[in-house]
T-cell receptor, first 112, second 112 residues
């Protein structure tokens, strides 16, 4: 059973702080890792993808992957109220679309 | 990125009826995916639709309940048959384009 777990929310952080979102996965063969943001009533939108161990930065977002620990995280620096959303971690064995497994999501609330 | 549109965006249906959801993508893709997202839940894959062959259904989903068509490389339909209130959900069309999963805006279905 392939599983993806995320830290339970809701997570509340003050504006300007760093928000840390965590995800663990069970299948050691997983190759590709994604973070999606989903605003209430909207469809998920891709924020970051990461394939290799280490950090990947894009603006205020940093994804961290540790395959040995089966752990992937997303850091949001200088959090803004507009970052308030549900963040979904997704993992796949196959980057071509098959077998994407989504975590339950973590709801983030950034307080002004 | 791939741009995906869905119709209808939302509908309210009576128990026992059927609804067909259309999905159009602006690029030719081999596989199209249909997901369900129940209130407050993460994404669950219903089936994978390949052009020219029968869809592949995930455990817990059957063709009689969720028939799928895939007449060409840019279009697919999902029918929710003999609906019950438990089918109330958001249905999302998704494609994998350049190794990234993109989602349509979703169809919000309420079954009374």
């Amino acid at each position: 059973q392939k599983e993806v777990e995320q830290n339970s929310g809701p997570l509340s952080v003050p504006e300007g702080a760093i928000a840390s979102l965590n995800c663990t996965y069970s299948d050691r063969g997983s190759q590709s890792f994604f973070w999606y943001r989903q605003y209430s009533g909207k469809s998920p939108e891709l924020i970051m993808s990461i394939y290799s161990n280490g950090d990947k930065e894009d603006g205020r977002f940093t994804a961290q992957l540790n395959k040995a620990s089966q752990y992937v995280s997303l850091l949001i620096r200088d959090s803004q109220p507009s970052d308030s959303a549900t963040y979904l971690c997704a993992v796949t064995l196959n980057p071509h679309g098959q077998n994407f497994v989504f975590g339950p999501g973590t709801r983030l609330s950034v307080l002004p | 990125s791939a741009v995906i549109s869905q119709k209808p965006s939302r509908d309210i249906c009576q128990r026992g009826t059927s609804l067909t959801i259309q999905c159009q993508v602006d690029s030719q893709v081999t596989m199209m995916f249909w997901y369900r997202q129940q209130p407050g839940q993460s994404l669950t894959l219903i089936a994978t639709a390949n052009q020219g062959s029968e869809a592949t259904y995930e455990s817990g989903f059957v063709i009689d309940k969720f028939p799928i068509s895939r007449p060409n490389l840019t279009f697919s339909t999902l029918t929710v048959s003999n609906m019950s209130p438990e089918d109330s959900s958001i249905y999302l069309c998704s494609v994998n384009y350049l190794e990234t999963q993109y989602f349509g805006p979703g169809t919000r279905l309420l079954v009374l």
